[in-house]
């Protein structure tokens, strides 16, 4: 197909900007100089951009168009990271740990 190798190299793109995204809010951060409107701009450009990459993903036929069982899967996989009473296990400096009932997302499934 003609268009994949432009979609393709868009891909890459993408982990740039998001990246040059994080670093000026938090250089911003660092100094004291973000507002909050600024903030919840950043974010959504950032999700903008993973949403434009998921796009990518399902135009190359790559992935299925189940955005929502996604997201799901990665979400019940990260809650299964706490502990028995439900709460985050940290390391000393902040990371969260995985739980004895931790398993990894099944993204397989949603292959093509």
């Known amino acids: 197909m003609?268009?994949?190798?432009?979609?393709?190299?868009?891909?890459?793109?993408?982990?740039?900007?998001?990246?040059?995204?994080?670093?000026?809010?938090?250089?911003?951060?660092?100094?004291?100089?973000?507002?909050?409107?600024?903030?919840?701009?950043?974010?959504?450009?950032i999700a903008n951009l993973l949403l434009s990459m998921l796009d990518k993903l399902v135009k190359l036929d790559i992935v299925d168009t189940d955005l929502p069982g996604q997201f799901l899967e990665v979400h019940q996989s990260n809650m299964s990271k706490l502990d028995k009473d439900g709460k985050?296990?940290?390391?000393?400096?902040?990371?969260?740990?995985?739980?004895?009932?931790?398993?990894k997302p099944n993204l397989k499934q949603f292959l093509k």
């Open 88 to 103: 985050p296990i940290f390391r000393k400096d902040g990371k969260i740990l995985k739980g004895e009932n931790y398993y």
């Open 2 to 45: 003609e268009g994949e190798e432009g979609i393709e190299l868009e891909l890459t793109q993408y982990p740039i900007e998001i990246n040059l995204v994080l670093n000026q809010i938090k250089s911003r951060y660092l100094f004291g100089n973000i507002t909050y409107s600024e903030l919840l701009n950043a974010f959504c450009s």
